[in-house]
């Protein structure tokens, strides 16, 4: 079975602190994905990558930074946090592109910034 | 890639079959249709997904139809475990990096 896991489940943070959220898959895939969730307005990209190294903005991607130092592991900065980025926080990943795509997501974490 | 409309919510007594609508009327003809769903508290979920032909797995049928402007998801036997939000999305299948743009989705309530 494919897991992605995300470091914390519930994480509560202070305005301005420097927060990493990791995220780690272990079935080898190249593309690894940021998305953010709030009611009403669904799931948004932040960023996603498609290789080590490599990083694209998605969606959403102000206040935010990568890091895909190894092929498993993407990481989620928020420089200084700020109330607006409390949140749910849900990782996937999946193979390259092509006719059939399945992102496997993480079961997420939930951010409160106070 | 195509937006989708779907109703907020819908009700389905455990055991019936539960029909999920979903409308792309701007789909174009290299964009696929999927269907994800989300449990509470869980990440999305895969369910299946299609270009034009009705398309079925071991959790469900995706019926599209021919003009392609719109799909319907069945879950044959809804069980209250099958409650949870469901997304319909549209992209391409290929060519480029795998965006996924979920919507605010169908609330699903299997009730006894």
């Known amino acids: 079975d494919v897991k992605v896991t995300q470091s914390s489940r519930y994480l509560v943070k202070r305005t301005g602190e420097k927060v990493f959220l990791e995220c780690v898959q272990d079935m080898d895939h190249e593309n690894m994905f940021w998305y953010r969730q709030d009611p009403g307005l669904g799931l948004r990209l932040i960023y996603f990558s498609y290789d080590v190294k490599m990083k694209e903005k998605g969606d959403i991607p102000e206040g935010y930074s990568v890091s895909r130092e190894k092929k498993e592991r993407f990481s989620l900065i928020l420089e200084s946090a700020s109330t607006n980025q409390t949140s749910m926080y849900l990782c996937?990943?999946?193979?390259?592109?092509?006719?059939?795509?399945?992102?496997?997501f993480g079961p997420g974490t939930r951010l409160t910034v106070l | 890639d195509a937006k989708t409309t779907q109703p907020p919510s819908m009700d389905c007594a455990e055991g019936r079959a539960a029909n999920l609508p979903c409308n792309h009327s701007t789909i174009s003809g290299n964009e696929y249709v999927y269907w994800y769903r989300q449990i509470h508290s869980q990440g999305p979920q895969y369910i299946i997904h299609g270009l034009k032909n009705n398309e079925t797995n071991e959790m469900a049928s995706l019926i599209i139809t021919e003009d392609r402007k719109s799909s319907t998801l069945i879950l044959p036997h809804a069980t209250l475990r099958d409650t949870a939000v469901y997304y319909c999305i549209v992209r391409l299948g290929t060519g480029t990096a795998s965006k996924l743009t979920f919507g605010t989705g169908t609330r699903l309530q299997v009730t006894l």
């Open positions: 996937a990943s999946s193979f390259p592109e092509s006719s059939y795509n399945e992102q496997f």
